[in-house]
């Protein structure tokens, strides 16, 4: 197989992560925890209340949290 140069491809934009510090973030404060707990509460917000006090409980991260079923937590 001949070996051809290809013209490099380069992006039309810049990447969405330009400038922004990636990585782990640090853990939410006890009062950031309260207050949104607070705001998720006046605002009737049931479901989110929920996976909100479900992933602060179990330590899951977002992506395996939305992951779950209500058979996964409820037994009935």
Not at 30 to 57: S, T, Y
């Amino acid at each position: 197989m001949p070996n051809t140069n290809l013209p490099a491809i380069r992006a039309c934009r810049p990447a969405w992560n330009k400038g922004r510090i990636v990585g782990q973030k640090r853990p939410l404060a006890p009062k950031h925890v309260w207050a949104i707990w607070v705001r998720l509460e006046i605002g009737q917000k049931i479901r989110e209340l929920a996976l909100f006090n479900l992933a602060i409980d179990s330590k899951l991260r977002g992506c395996d949290l939305v992951k779950l079923r209500v058979a996964d937590v409820y037994a009935a």
